[in-house]
């Protein structure tokens, strides 16, 4: 079962989100080190990233050894567990789940032997758009199941399935079927493997240890391990590392599409994308903002945090008064007692009220980073008026969000887009605003300093760099229901035992809910 508080994440309403972070992934390769508190550590930098699910795969060069729960990193590990997880080569996994529903089944990292002995376990940040086919594949090659309904698995048993390969010969073969969004750590007993989709939509990072080298979705995990910056993988690009050192492999000729999603909300403001600290990007679009969405006010205030850069940048560039409006209760997660509808309506209280004596009287601009449903700015702009603002500005970030993510980002569908429905004055209207700005498309990407050309920016416009599939093949749940399409027969129920040989299939390894056993069905 899930422990404790569940998630902490910008939601107000638990029964309507906002946008969801993409997951966070984490490989080391170092010999005399502790790899799984590294491992550990660097899951905790990428919390952010995800947190329904964390797992960590260790390998003494002899066995793999998963240990993985739903909850936050810190709730599925303890001294004890981490201690336990001895070997010199680990991955780690923090996830948001954007195929399959947040059952332990969907943890990772995902985990299945082959039948010439050796382990293979991944973990993934980002979302495949041919889940369908390859689960046709699956199915049509006799490969089982383990009872998961997430497009990983079908990864890793793929990887699995060739007993005459080796896995970095078999990723050569896998990773070329892939379509959409990848960014994979894993290995087998003596290997770190990392690799990125052609288009490098997600982010992953090459570090370097005194002893050894840490793969990341995000600089910031190398950092609060100690790992200098080497470069960014390259889309495309297979990585091994083992005691013969580092090599690289094409598997596809790299189309550059970075998520541009990720400079806005996604990203740590400490990170590092394409050469470009997060925070002050998002400094510059505030400037960009202000230059766009001029207003006469007395003071900006941003919802914090993900609005706290921009807001810094709209003062700056504007000269209103840079302050705080609105305190965050930083405790306030996901919880399993569900308000009532009472408690609902004042909703956006249980992490957010607002700091009366700072607005009272006052023209305000508040800063936040997008509009999804409406559903946050609606109750921040009633909160701040009740605590006596005069005017409340509202200035957004980013563009509208018009379109469903397919890449790794869990938005809303495009019919509960407020965007999608209403133009700039129906949604200001909508959410009580005297005013509302959102920074140009051109704007934000100038503040990346990247060319347009390597951005995906289908979320703002609708434009999606990698073609998806036709009829409803497509979506969070797509393994939850495909299984009747492609093999006629009803999906397995969650947690229900893993087909080994009599059913065709290779037998898979499990670990157990809540523990570090492995052992062969």
């Not at 199915?139 to 990864?155: F, H, I, K, Q």
């Not at 956006?348 to 946050?376: A, C, F, M, Q």
Request: hydrophobic share 40%; net charge neutral; with cysteine.
């Amino acid at each position: 079962m899930p422990r404790g508080d569940g998630r902490l994440s910008h939601d107000l309403d638990p029964q309507r989100p906002g946008p969801q972070d993409a997951c966070g992934v984490f490989g080391v390769w170092a010999p005399g080190e502790e790899v799984a508190n590294l491992t550990y550590f660097g899951l905790y930098a990428l919390q952010h990233r995800g947190q329904e699910a964390a797992g960590i795969a260790v390998s003494d060069g002899s066995s793999v050894v998963v240990y993985k729960d739903l909850g936050l990193v810190a709730q599925v590990f303890d001294e004890p567990t981490l201690a336990s997880l001895r070997g010199h080569l680990a991955i780690g996994h923090t996830r948001y789940s954007t195929t399959g529903g947040s059952t332990w089944e969907n943890a990772q990292p995902t985990i299945r032997s082959t039948s010439a002995g050796t382990t293979v376990a991944l973990a993934h940040n980002g979302n495949l758009v041919n889940t369908a086919d390859l689960q046709g594949e699956v199915a049509e090659r006799g490969l089982g199941s383990d009872g998961s309904t997430n497009d990983t698995s079908l990864v890793t048993m793929l990887l699995a399935s060739y007993p005459d390969l080796s896995v970095e010969a078999a990723a050569l073969k896998v990773l070329p079927k892939l379509r959409g969004a990848f960014s994979f750590v894993f290995m087998d007993e003596a290997t770190l493997y990392a690799a990125r989709d052609p288009h490098g939509v997600r982010p992953l990072v090459l570090g370097r240890l005194e002893r050894g080298w840490v793969v990341a979705s995000e600089t910031a995990a190398l950092d609060i391990v100690g790992a200098s910056v080497v470069r960014e993988v390259e889309p495309g690009e297979l990585i091994a590392i083992d005691a013969d050192g580092l090599r690289s492999t094409r598997f596809a000729a790299p189309e550059p599409k970075g998520c541009l999603f990720e400079y806005v909300y996604i990203a740590r403001p400490d990170a590092t994308l394409a050469g470009r600290n997060v925070h002050a990007t998002r400094v510059q679009i505030g400037r960009q903002l202000a230059k766009e969405h001029p207003v006469e006010a007395d003071l900006v205030i941003p919802v914090p945090e993900s609005g706290t850069p921009a807001a810094i940048g709209y003062a700056e560039e504007s000269g209103i008064t840079y302050g705080a409006g609105l305190m965050k209760n930083p405790y306030v997660g996901r919880t399993f007692i569900q308000p009532s509808q009472t408690l609902r309506q004042l909703g956006i209280r249980l992490k957010l009220n607002p700091l009366r004596e700072n607005v009272r009287g006052k023209r305000i601009v508040v800063v936040d980073d997008s509009i999804v449903r409406g559903n946050t700015q609606r109750a921040i702009v009633r909160m701040l008026r009740e605590a006596g603002a005069l005017e409340v500005h509202v200035r957004i970030s980013s563009p509208p969000v018009s379109w469903p993510c397919f890449y790794g980002i869990d938005f809303a569908t495009r019919a509960e887009l407020l965007a999608n429905g209403l133009d700039n004055e129906g949604i200001r209207r909508s959410i009580g605003a005297d005013t509302l700005g959102y920074v140009s498309l051109s704007g934000l990407i100038a503040a990346t300093e990247q060319p347009k050309t390597r951005l995906c920016r289908a979320c703002f416009d609708g434009e999606y760099p990698i073609e998806l599939p036709a009829g409803n093949l497509i979506g969070k749940h797509v393994l939850e229901g495909v299984g009747r399409r492609v093999t006629g027969t009803a999906p397995e129920t969650a947690r229900s035992a893993p087909r080994g040989a009599e059913h065709g299939g290779t037998p898979p390894l499990v670990a157990t809910p809540g523990g570090a056993t492995v052992h062969r069905s």
